[in-house]
């Protein structure tokens, strides 16, 4: 008949049971006494499972970096400007890191032929990474995103042969994070990161053209957490703490003493308040002079307010603990032997992983984007390690045959056998002016 009506054959019983069972919890059925119960049947498609995180419906449209919520770029970079602690530790972070030695050297069990020549390519490249800066000042730039918005952004350019030309520092704040269905970043060659300029989405980069290296990164979040978000209150308390300190020494909140007169003066006060301010406003030798005051005068002096305390100690400490710089000029006076161990343990808290995020990125650069699969950065020196006490360390296992001398000058980041035939062991910022 051409007007039959098809239907579906309905699931048999053993498939209806299959289907039912197919949620079961074993061992938990609906007599059980107070028991768990079984689960509710999941809602959603089997290829949702495994997804990064709960993102909100339409995540990708939402193209204004970091607007989802908590404290934006901007207003991170004015704390991070506003309060001259803080920036000093900023500073003084930056400075640490730029005054380290480093080096390229062949990765280990690496057959690298002419090692040599690519070692010094290498170091000839980050001499001047984007071929303007100095390889200091360019450090710099990189960690001022890490450090205050933890969103460091580094463009690779390339020549027309394909080989590596440039590393453009990219303002991390214009960076907006994509991506796909399982919520984590999409595959080359498929857009990842979103440049929005002047309001609008302005370019796209796959996940292979754009190197975004937020350090702290969050299952939950598309953004990094920096050191200076993680203090954000303090830094507002320290700011408004700033502010009536300077509203102190600019108008202050109330006279540095209050004088009784005669109390039948009514309107003479006025006339004698002027009268003394004018004689003694703006005259320093005058102040020095005899004065004659009227009957029943008394001088009462105001106690002024401390203007630093404990808690303004209190908040250094907070600040530098985020940042692992020792707390020594802003706290009291300590001795020192504690002043060297506060000094140590920064290093190892803050220092020594900094330096591994370095190396890790810039490992990335040379091994993918410079095409040196067999070579590495590495650090030469350890300021948590005592220089006199790692040779006295290396000397024994050398000695003792434990270790080789070029395994000793690799630790070193001298290098090994290439050294000896002229790879440039040590690159310094200030030895490539």
Same mark, same amino acid.
């Given at each position: 008949?051409?007007?039959?009506?098809?239907?579906? !054959?309905?699931?048999?019983?053993?498939?209806?049971?299959?289907?039912?069972?197919?949620?079961?919890?074993? @061992?938990?059925?609906?007599?059980?006494?107070?028991?768990?119960?079984?689960?509710?049947?999941?809602?959603?498609?089997?290829?949702?499972? $495994?997804?990064?995180?709960?993102?909100?419906?339409?995540?990708?449209?939402?193209?204004?970096?970091?607007?989802?919520?908590?404290?934006?770029?901007?207003?991170?970079?004015?704390?991070?400007?506003?309060?001259? !602690?803080?920036?000093?530790?900023?500073?003084?972070?930056? /400075?640490?890191?730029?005054?380290?030695?480093?080096?390229?050297?062949?990765?280990?069990?690496?057959?690298?032929?002419?090692?040599?020549?690519?070692?010094?390519?290498?170091?000839?490249?980050?001499?001047?990474?984007?071929?303007?800066? !100095?390889? @200091? /000042?360019?450090?710099?730039?990189?960690?001022?995103?890490?450090?205050?918005?933890?969103?460091?952004?580094?463009?690779?350019?390339?020549?027309?042969? @394909?080989?590596?030309?440039?590393? /453009?520092?990219?303002?991390?704040?214009?960076?907006?994070?994509?991506?796909?269905?399982?919520?984590?970043?999409?595959?080359?060659?498929?857009?990842?990161?979103?440049?929005?300029?002047?309001?609008?989405?302005?370019?796209?980069?796959?996940?292979?053209?754009?190197?975004?290296?937020?350090?702290?990164?969050?299952?939950?979040?598309?953004?990094?957490?920096?050191?200076?978000?993680?203090?954000?209150?303090?830094?507002?308390?320290?700011?408004?703490?700033?502010?009536?300190?300077?509203?102190?020494?600019?108008?202050?909140?109330?006279?540095?003493?209050?004088?009784?007169?005669?109390?039948?003066?009514?309107?003479?006060?006025?006339?004698?308040?002027?009268?003394?301010?004018?004689?003694?406003?703006?005259?320093?030798?005058?102040?020095?002079?005899?004065?004659?005051?009227?009957? /029943?005068?008394?001088?009462?002096?105001?106690?002024?307010?401390?203007?630093?305390?404990?808690?303004?100690?209190?908040?250094?400490?907070?600040?530098?603990?985020?940042?692992?710089?020792?707390?020594?000029?802003?706290?009291?006076?300590?001795?020192?032997?504690?002043?060297?161990?506060?000094?140590?343990?920064?290093?190892?808290?803050?220092?020594?992983?900094?330096?591994?995020?370095?190396?890790?990125?810039?490992?990335?650069?040379?091994?993918?984007?410079?095409?040196?699969?067999?070579?590495?950065?590495?650090?030469?020196?350890?300021?948590?390690?005592?220089?006199?006490?790692?040779?006295?360390?290396?000397?024994?296992?050398?000695?003792?045959?434990?270790?080789?001398?070029?395994?000793?000058?690799?630790?070193?980041?001298? $290098?090994?056998?290439?050294?000896?035939?002229?790879?440039?062991?040590?690159?310094?910022?200030?030895?490539?002016?």
């Amino acid at each position: 008949m051409s007007d039959a009506v098809e239907r579906p !054959l309905t699931p048999n019983v053993f498939a209806r049971l299959a289907e039912a069972t197919r949620y079961a919890i074993t @061992g938990v059925s609906p007599q059980s006494w107070f028991g768990p119960q079984q689960p509710l049947e999941p809602q959603a498609p089997p290829d949702v499972k $495994g997804r990064q995180f709960d993102y909100p419906f339409g995540a990708n449209l939402n193209y204004v970096p970091r607007s989802e919520g908590g404290i934006s770029f901007a207003e991170l970079r004015a704390l991070a400007d506003a309060l001259p !602690l803080l920036r000093a530790v900023i500073e003084t972070r930056k /400075d640490q890191v730029a005054a380290q030695n480093f080096s390229v050297r062949a990765r280990a069990r690496a057959n690298v032929p002419d090692e040599s020549a690519r070692i010094d390519r290498a170091l000839a490249f980050l001499a001047r990474p984007d071929r303007r800066r !100095l390889f @200091g /000042d360019w450090l710099r730039m990189l960690l001022e995103d890490l450090l205050v918005i933890d969103a460091a952004t580094i463009y690779p350019r390339y020549d027309r042969a @394909g080989k590596l030309y440039a590393l /453009d520092v990219i303002d991390g704040a214009t960076i907006k994070p994509l991506i796909g269905e399982d919520g984590r970043a999409p595959e080359p060659p498929d857009p990842a990161y979103q440049q929005v300029l002047h309001g609008v989405p302005a370019a796209d980069f796959s996940a292979d053209e754009l190197l975004y290296l937020p350090r702290n990164v969050r299952a939950h979040r598309l953004y990094g957490m920096s050191p200076v978000e993680q203090v954000a209150l303090t830094v507002n308390i320290a700011l408004r703490r700033e502010a009536a300190t300077l509203e102190y020494y600019r108008a202050g909140s109330s006279p540095d003493a209050f004088a009784t007169l005669p109390k039948e003066w009514t309107s003479q006060i006025r006339q004698f308040q002027d009268y003394f301010d004018a004689l003694m406003s703006g005259n320093s030798a005058r102040r020095r002079m005899l004065k004659f005051m009227p009957s /029943d005068f008394k001088l009462i002096e105001a106690r002024q307010p401390p203007l630093k305390d404990l808690y303004d100690e209190w908040l250094a400490r907070v600040i530098c603990y985020a940042f692992s710089v020792p707390a020594t000029p802003f706290v009291a006076q300590v001795n020192r032997a504690t002043s060297e161990t506060m000094r140590m343990q920064a290093t190892q808290e803050g220092l020594v992983p900094l330096k591994t995020w370095i190396k890790s990125a810039l490992d990335q650069v040379l091994q993918v984007c410079m095409g040196e699969p067999s070579l590495e950065f590495v650090w030469v020196g350890d300021d948590s390690i005592d220089p006199l006490q790692q040779a006295q360390t290396l000397q024994i296992l050398v000695s003792a045959g434990i270790k080789t001398r070029e395994e000793a000058r690799a630790e070193l980041g001298l $290098g090994g056998d290439g050294a000896k035939a002229g790879t440039p062991g040590l690159g310094k910022y200030k030895s490539q002016l």
